[in-house]
C-alpha cells in the first residue's frame, strides 16, 4: 500500500505559480495519485488525479515522474483563494478508499 | 457545489445520545464512503459502502454503524456517544469503486457531544 509524504507547509506569492510536491516512492504499477485540497472545514475538494501521465484541467497541472514515485501539483497562479490544506493521496484497499496524511498548508500571500 | 448532499450541518447531542447523520450521493453514484475529521486524529476513513453492501472497513468504532438504501442514500448511527466523538464527519460519493474515479465530498456534518 502506497503512502505519500508532504512537505508541512509552505508559501506562495500572489499570482506565482504554486508547486507542491509529493512523495510516494511505494506507488504500484496501477495505483492513481489523486490531489484534493480542503479549505477551512469544508469538505474536501477533488483537483485532479493520475496515473502515468502528465495531466491538466482548469485547476491545476499534475507533473507525475517517470518512476511514478513522486509528483507535483502545480497551481499555475495562485490567488488569495487557493490557501489551503493540500492532500496527496494514493488510494488503496477493497474500496480505493482514501487514507489522509497531514497535508500541505498552502499560505498564499498578497 | 460538489452535488453531495449531507444533513444535518449542525448535530450538538449529550454523552450517551444516539444520532443518525445522512448522506444523500451524486446521482448515478453507486459507492459512499463516510471519513471522520477531529482535531487530534485528522481526516479518517470509516466505511464504504457500494451499491447497498459494505465494501470496505477503515478505523470505525464499534459504537458506530452504517448502511446504504436502495435508493442509495446512506446513513451513519452513532450511539453511546462519548465527548472524543466531536467531529466533522463528511461523506463521498464515487461512481464504483474502481482507483481511476474520484470521490466527490459533501459538506459535513459537525457533532458536538456536550
Known amino acids: 500500500d502506497a503512502k505519500t509524504t508532504q512537505p508541512p507547509s509552505m508559501d506562495c506569492a500572489e499570482g506565482r505559480a504554486a508547486n507542491l510536491p509529493c512523495n510516494h516512492s511505494?506507488?504500484?504499477?496501477?495505483?492513481?495519485v489523486y490531489w484534493y485540497r480542503q479549505i477551512h472545514s469544508q469538505g474536501p475538494q477533488y483537483i485532479i488525479h493520475g496515473l502515468k501521465n502528465n495531466e491538466t484541467n482548469e485547476m491545476a497541472s499534475l507533473i507525475i515522474t517517470e518512476d511514478r514515485k513522486s509528483s507535483t501539483l502545480i497551481l499555475p497562479h495562485a490567488t488569495l483563494r487557493d490557501t489551503a490544506v493540500y492532500y496527496c493521496i494514493v488510494p488503496r484497499g477493497t474500496g480505493n478508499q482514501f487514507y489522509f496524511g497531514t497535508g500541505t498548508s498552502l499560505t498564499v500571500i498578497p | 457545489d460538489s452535488g453531495v448532499t449531507q444533513t444535518p450541518k449542525h448535530l450538538i447531542t449529550a454523552t450517551g445520545q444516539r444520532v443518525t447523520l445522512r448522506c444523500s450521493p451524486r446521482?448515478?453514484?453507486?459507492?459512499v464512503y463516510w471519513y471522520q475529521q477531529s482535531l487530534d486524529q485528522g481526516l479518517q476513513f470509516l466505511i464504504q459502502?457500494?451499491?447497498?453492501?459494505?465494501?470496505a472497513k477503515g478505523n470505525i468504532l464499534e459504537r458506530f454503524s452504517a448502511q446504504q438504501f436502495p435508493d442509495l442514500h446512506s446513513e451513519l448511527n452513532l450511539s453511546s456517544l462519548e465527548l472524543g466523538d466531536s467531529a466533522l464527519y463528511f461523506c463521498?460519493?464515487?461512481?464504483?469503486?474502481?482507483?481511476?474515479?474520484?470521490?466527490?465530498f459533501g459538506p459535513g456534518t459537525r457533532l458536538t457531544v456536550l
Open positions: 459502502y457500494y451499491n447497498g453492501e459494505e465494501r
Open positions: 446521482s448515478g453514484d453507486l459507492s
Open positions: 463521498a460519493s464515487s461512481a464504483d469503486y474502481s482507483s481511476y474515479n474520484e470521490q466527490f
Open positions: 511505494t506507488i504500484s504499477g496501477n495505483e492513481y
